[in-house]
C-alpha cells in the first residue's frame, strides 16, 4: 500500500538525516509533528480524524512502544487512528524537513487546473472542500464531489461508495491528503479513470515528499510549507486552522507521473 513505501522511505531519511522528534500533539483539526536536523526544524500536519474515532480510540492508549521519530513513523501503518495519524504528521514533517532548503512554486488548486482543463471539463472532488468547490462552480467546470463522513457532508457531494462507479468518467480529480491517513488513496486511484489529468493530492495533509509517493497516478501535490512552526503550533493548540495562514505557505509539486 502507498502508506507502507511512505513508511520505508520516511525512515531512510529521517536516519540519513539524524532528525530528532521536537514536539507532538494531536490537536483538532490537524494533529502535529515538528522534527529538528542541521538544517532547521520542519512541522508536519495530518487531518485529525475525529468523526471516524470510536471505543479504541477513545479507551486504548495508542499503541506506540516509544515515543521517539521512528515509531511515530512507524505508526503510520496502526489500526489506532491516533496512531496513525501521528505517524501520517510524522512522515509529513521528514518530508518538510527535505523541502526545508528547496525553491517551491507557489500556487493553488485552482491555478493547476486552470492551466489544464478546459471549461466544462467533469473534475472529482475527493473529500468535501467546500472552497474549493465555490471557486471551481465560479469557473463552470462540472462536478462530481465526494465525503467519506455523513456528518461532513453537504450537497452535492455523494458517499464514497459510489466512487469505483463514478470516478472512471471523469477528467481529472483533486483528492484531499486525509486519504493518507484513512488510506483511501489506494482504492481510488485503483477506479480512477488512467487517463485522468490533472490528478491533484491537496491539502496540509498532502505535504508528503514526492519520494516518498510509490509510481502512482498523482501528476500534483498542492499543500503548504509552514514557514513559521511556533506560530503554526499555537494556532493548532487553539484549534484555530485559520491562524495557520499567517505561518504557511502555498506551494505545488509535479510529480511527472501522468
Known sequence: MIIDYAVTKALEAAQEHSLKLVNY??????????????????????L???NEFNDIEYCE????????????IVAAKSYHLVAKTLGV???????????LDEDLETGDVLKVLKESLEPGSRIAIVGYLKNLIEKLRSENYELIVFERSSSLRRMPALPDFLEPRMLRDVDAAVITGATLVNETLDVILHYLNKNAYPVILAGPTAQMHKAFL????????VSVKITNPGVAIEWLKRSAAKGIREAAQKYVLKLGNS
Open 48 to 50: 485529525t480524524p475525529f
Open 89 to 99: 504528521a510524522a512522515i509529513n514533517a521528514v518530508s518538510q524537513y527535505l523541502l
Open 25 to 46: 500533539g494531536v490537536t483538532f483539526p490537524y494533529t502535529y509533528v515538528l522534527v529538528e536536523g542541521r538544517r532547521g526544524r520542519a512541522l508536519g500536519m495530518a
Open 214 to 221: 510509490p509510481k502512482i497516478s498523482i501528476s500534483h501535490i
Open 61 to 72: 492508549e495508542p499503541p506506540i512502544s516509544e515515543w521517539n521519530l521512528r515509531e511515530l
